[in-house]
């Protein structure tokens, strides 16, 4: 067999390998999604799983107290709102620190 016939044979290989590989590689975590959000005072944890190499949309898996888990939908405006409220910085209603002192060697200390 000729060295071009070899070269030719094991990159048709490749390219079926590849090919498998691209058609299993979708992993997702959420095969169903709710297209409501519920009670969100019964939410005890959110994970939002980005797109990757694996599924490649994104996820967004709730946890409600009772342990139960499942999915929602994060095209809807209700979802959106939510994970918007919940990625907002939180606002302080104490005062900051009113003199920030350091001395050689040592870290800084915040003085109210």
């Known amino acids: 067999m000729s060295s071009f016939m070899k070269v030719f044979l094991l990159m048709?290989?490749?390219?079926c390998i590849t090919k498998?590989?691209?058609?299993?590689?979708?992993?997702?975590?959420?095969?169903s999604v709710r297209?409501?959000?519920?009670?969100?005072?019964a939410i005890k944890d959110i994970q939002?799983?980005?797109a990757d190499n694996f599924c490649d949309k994104v996820e967004i898996v709730v946890t409600?107290?009772?342990?139960?888990?499942y999915c929602l939908n994060?095209?809807?405006k209700?979802?959106?709102?939510l994970m918007a409220s919940i990625m907002k910085p939180k606002t302080s209603t104490t005062s900051g620190p009113s003199e920030l002192t350091s001395?050689?060697?040592?870290?800084?200390t915040a003085r109210i």
């Open 64 to 69: 409600i107290k009772s342990g139960r888990r």
């Open 103 to 108: 001395t050689p060697g040592s870290t800084n």
């Open 48 to 50: 939002i799983y980005p």
């Open 35 to 41: 297209n409501g959000i519920g009670s969100k005072t």
């Open 12 to 15: 048709a290989v490749m390219v």
């Open 78 to 81: 209700a979802v959106q709102k």
């Open 74 to 76: 994060p095209k809807l």
């Open 20 to 31: 498998a590989q691209r058609h299993q590689s979708q992993h997702c975590l959420c095969q």
